[in-house]
């Protein structure tokens, strides 16, 4: 148990459904991400929020929609989505991301929802 | 922009031998450096970092990695390997210029395989 909880671990989905991924974290941490990782392929940095506030989207599709409604929680709505979008959707968090030295950039992961598009 | 280079897509060792993984980055400057592990099904798991000062960094589970600012790399060693080391490894590059240094850009991973 790493403090990163995410939810649910599977889901299957088709291309005209509509479902939301959960992230949930109770490490204190003002920062939270959704990284993609697809095979094959370096972690894929989807979104940063900062103290609730948006802080980086990485060019992301917008059949992905993410939700900070606080600091603990994170969401990742997903819409329309396309078979390549199947992937492990991995959710982090981080103390505070515009710290520098020894505790910038710890991300401490979730075990991942793994989403497969049908 | 920053970049990693794992060059071992997958390597296998026997159980009791020594390993090491190499991680190759590109940043214009002393970057923060990480190496993370993935087990199956499982998210990423931090094995240790560096950040400044002794270029020898000690990790968990008995793991380390040296910086060598000439080469531009940061390799993961461990002088016996267990069976519970076969995972997925993954280097990772941090920006410390500050404001956006929450930005990690990870390697491709190496899988390592460990035989009995």
């Known amino acids: 148990e790493t403090g990163v909880t995410q939810t649910p671990r599977h889901l299957v989905m088709g291309m005209t459904n509509k479902k939301s991924l959960k992230c949930e974290q109770h490490?204190?941490?003002?920062?939270m991400y959704w990284y993609k990782q697809s095979a094959k392929k370096p972690l894929e940095l989807m979104f940063v929020y900062n103290f609730k506030e948006q802080t980086e989207n990485n060019s992301v599709p917008s059949r992905f929609s993410p939700e900070c409604p606080n600091s603990s929680h994170l969401f990742l709505h997903l819409h329309t989505l396309q078979p390549e979008d199947s992937a492990l959707y991995l959710c982090?968090?981080?103390?505070?991301?515009?710290?520098?030295?020894?505790?910038?950039?710890?991300?401490?992961f979730g075990a991942g929802s793994r989403l497969t598009v049908l | 922009a920053q970049s990693v280079t794992q060059p071992d897509i997958h390597i296998t060792v026997s159980e009791g031998a020594s390993l090491e993984l190499r991680c190759n980055y590109s940043?214009?400057?002393?970057?923060?450096l990480f190496w993370y592990v993935q087990s199956p099904g499982q998210g990423l798991q931090l094995l240790l970092k560096?950040?400044?000062?002794?270029?020898l960094v000690q990790g968990i589970k008995g793991f380390e990695a040296e910086f060598k600012r000439s080469q531009s790399s940061f390799n993961l060693r461990k002088p016996s390997v267990h069976w519970s080391d076969a995972a997925e490894y993954f280097c990772?590059?941090?920006?410390?210029?500050?404001?956006?240094?929450?930005?990690?850009?990870f390697g491709k991973g190496t899988l390592l395989t460990v035989n009995p």
């Open positions: 982090a968090s981080s103390q505070d991301p515009g710290q520098v030295g020894p505790g910038a950039n710890v991300l401490t």
């Open positions: 490490l204190g941490h003002n920062a």
């Open positions: 940043y214009g400057a002393t970057p923060y």
């Open positions: 560096y950040f400044s000062g002794d270029t």
């Open positions: 990772a590059v941090g920006d410390n210029s500050g404001g956006s240094n929450y930005k990690l850009t």
